[in-house]
């Protein structure tokens, strides 16, 4: 029986046309992480389960795809990259540090599938590892800013809060530690479901409501990061956990400000808890104003981590952008840059007849020597089909080659954007291609 065709919910096929945008968008972050002097490293999508539960909590440990081997292991696909990391960590002690590592990779999540959230993803991380310094966190979120600015994102914000202050607050509150997981679980929910929201389920949970009234308040914020800061300090001032975080994320907004990214991008927010158990410090967010999506960008200070796998612990920091939102919103926002085509390829050379297959070949070999991603047109073909293929394929340039052509040592070049074509000498050709082809992705650019 013929099995019927299908993709498994919340996974999705990349046709080229996506491929070719996922592979600029990668670049430009791969370009962004490497300036700032992290290296690359890949670990396998399959852990053992052992490594990979027990790391995120009791809600997200449900949604590991586990499963036993051929070999009777229990085993895991990857939840996220961090994991591996610190296993990579504890297995390599001898590795520099800090070690400072990107890495490009899939993950797999057994959740529910909705707009931007999908059961196998991209995640584009960037860690440091063997670093108590808030520089390193500071660093982790400028590489964030620089890759989004760099792909044409404006209207974004970054969230910044501390786990050592939500520590304080359930302190302040006199929570216990069931109590507290609930508040931050309800908490966490504040951008979807809005203060009253909130408030409602906080009731619902059995927080009394002086506690609830008193969270509210420790939790106002200023008009500016710094007042916010300043607001938490007097609230939470005697409490030293809270403090310590408190002052942690003054160094984060000092450096980001001596890095020159603008306040008007920053915001300390109070509320902010990400779910993921093993965070211990600072912890961070990046949302986009439109399309309403969720972050886009998350990640935080993980300093226990790495000894939760190995003899040996190391301080850690890390932010993970999500590589599949970031596609979705430039998609939806029109943000991909003209000459980001359909297609790889830049110039078809037709085939005229079977005569002529050998100064097709000649030719599109001397435009690959130069750079120029060349395709020949497999087999001779009327010319109004070559074109027509040119056409369905976004490819920008077409070399026409006849005989008479062929003969006075001339090709045809054929802007398919602009619709003009000219007789080109052999040994101008190279100029005029890249000429032809500047002037299409001009011309993309200036229709509205």
């Known amino acids: ?239 030293p956990i809270a403090l310590e975080g408190i002052r942690e994320l003054e160094q984060i907004v000092r450096y980001l400000d001596l890095s020159e990214v603008p306040a008007a991008f920053v915001r300390v927010d109070p509320h902010m808890v990400r779910g993921l158990d093993y965070y211990t410090g600072p912890i961070f967010e990046v949302v986009v104003e439109q399309p309403r999506i969720g972050s886009i960008c998350g990640g935080g200070r993980y300093d226990r981590l790495v000894g939760a796998l190995g003899p040996a612990q190391f301080p850690a920091v890390g932010i993970s952008i999500g590589l599949d939102r970031l596609i979705d919103v430039i998609d939806e926002l029109g943000m991909a840059p003209a000459d980001v085509r359909d297609t790889v390829t830049q110039v078809l050379v037709t085939v005229f007849e079977p005569s002529l297959l050998g100064a097709s070949l000649g030719v599109a070999a001397s435009l690959r020597a130069a750079g120029i991603n060349t395709e020949v047109y497999l087999e001779p073909d009327k010319l109004a089909h070559q074109l027509r293929y040119a056409s369905r394929k976004n490819v920008p340039v077409v070399v026409i080659m006849g005989p008479d052509e062929v003969s006075r040592g001339e090709v045809v070049v054929r802007n398919m954007v602009t619709g003009r074509q000219d007789q080109i000498e052999r040994g101008a050709l190279l100029s005029a291609i890249e000429n032809e082809l500047e002037t299409a992705v001009t011309t993309v650019v200036a229709r509205p």
Request: aromatic residues 10%; contains cysteine; proline residues 5%.
């Open 1 to 239: 029986m013929k099995a019927t065709p299908q993709v498994l919910k919340g996974m999705r096929d990349f046709l080229p046309s996506r491929m070719i945008l996922r592979h600029y968008v990668i670049d430009e972050l791969r370009r962004v992480f490497e300036r700032f002097g992290f290296e690359p490293l890949q670990t396998p999508a399959i852990e053992y389960a052992e490594t990979l539960e027990g790391k995120f909590g009791e809600e997200a440990d449900k949604l590991i795809y586990r499963f036993e081997d051929r070999g009777g292991r229990e085993v895991g696909l990857r939840y996220d990259l961090t994991v591996p990391l610190a296993r990579v960590v504890s297995m390599y002690p001898e590795m520099v540090k800090p070690f400072k590592r990107y890495q490009i990779a899939p993950v797999w999540r057994a959740e529910r599938p909705q707009k931007g959230r999908y059961r196998e993803f991209y995640q584009c991380d960037v860690d440091v590892v063997g670093s108590t310094s808030m520089i390193a966190d500071a660093e982790v979120v400028i590489i964030a800013y620089q890759a989004l600015r760099q792909l044409g994102f404006r209207g974004f914000l970054i969230l910044l809060n501390n786990r050592k202050i939500l520590q304080g607050v359930a302190l302040k509150l006199d929570l216990d530690e069931e109590q507290a997981a609930r508040v931050w679980r309800i908490i966490d929910k504040w951008d979807k479901i809005g203060p009253e929201g909130v408030r409602s389920e906080l009731s619902d949970a059995g927080i009394p409501s002086e506690k609830v009234e008193q969270l509210y308040r420790l939790f106002e914020s200023g008009a500016t990061s710094v007042d916010t800061l300043e607001s938490l300090k007097n609230r939470l001032g005697d409490v």
